[in-house]
């Protein structure tokens, strides 16, 4: 592998992956296991990490996965939790959070419950598991969080959701001026339509998945396949100069 290419690698790296049961989660932690690194799988649905365990073994004869099953939202001892994170394979060299909430509720029906689960999940629980793995990653630590189109742009029904997307962003700048001359680098991923659990009403709706495609520069909504590139950039030593910055993957939707 030529210099270049190398910098692209993130085989030997520990990423422990949040939300990693499905959508983009699921498909951040498949492409670093078949690219060589060791994953921790984290979700509260412990069959489905399982089930991906499985079949990442299954495929990959070398693959060094292992599942950690928790309620996120009902975590109340995080460095407890980096500790059960390190155990597999070691500290982690990177943590991606992709666990995430959206209820989906007007204005007027969102209860305090909805509220504080969602901003919970969404920003509370990426800054509290950060800061606990993150003395562990120094050096060569890197954070990748999950943004969105609603952290810069309100869409119906998804008040509290757009609040915490929006806090991301001024998080994972946060992050990264708190962390990165210790040799930790804190990005953000912002994707675009993509079909996921958590977008699952808008994909069943025709009319609604085609007007936003529309809205793209490039004319189509994402697929999980357009997320493998950023994801191994940001893992590896390749944005080695990027920290506090939101990549949008929404094939030009924000363009517009």
């Given amino acids: 592998m030529n210099q270049a290419l190398h910098r692209f690698s993130v085989e030997g790296r520990v990423v422990v992956v949040t939300g990693a049961s499905s959508g983009i989660g699921k498909h951040m932690a498949t492409v670093l296991a078949h690219a060589g690194a060791g994953v921790v799988l984290v979700a ?13 073994r299954r495929d990959i004869p070398t693959a060094r996965v292992h599942t950690v099953c928790c309620d996120l939202n009902a975590v109340e001892d995080f460095d407890a939790l980096a500790i059960e994170l390190s155990a597999p394979f ?11 909430v959206n209820f989906r509720e007007p204005a007027d029906q969102i209860s305090a419950q909805s509220w504080n689960q969602t901003i919970n999940l969404n920003l509370t629980v990426p800054f509290f598991l950060s800061r606990a793995l993150v003395n562990g990653m120094r050096g060569d ?21 757009g609040a915490s997307k929006g806090g991301v962003t001024q998080l994972t700048r946060a992050m990264a001026q708190a962390w990165s001359p210790e040799g930790v680098r804190a990005n953000a991923i912002a994707p675009g339509f993509f079909p996921t659990e958590l977008t699952q009403a808008v994909f069943d709706d025709d009319a609604k998945a085609a007007a936003n495609a529309r809205q793209t520069c490039i004319g189509r909504n994402g697929e999980l396949e357009d997320l493998s590139g950023p994801t191994l950039f940001l ?22």
């Fill in 44 to 56: 509260r649905r412990k069959d489905t990490i399982d089930s991906l365990a499985d079949t990442l």
């Fill in 141 to 161: 630590g890197t954070i990748i969080n999950i943004a969105s189109l609603q952290s810069i742009r309100a869409f119906p029904d998804s008040m509290p959701y």
């Fill in 90 to 100: 070691g500290a982690p060299n990177s943590l991606i959070n992709a666990a995430g």
């Fill in 235 to 256: 893992c590896s030593a390749a944005s080695s100069y990027m920290t506090g910055q939101v990549l949008y993957v929404d094939g030009g939707f924000t363009a517009k």
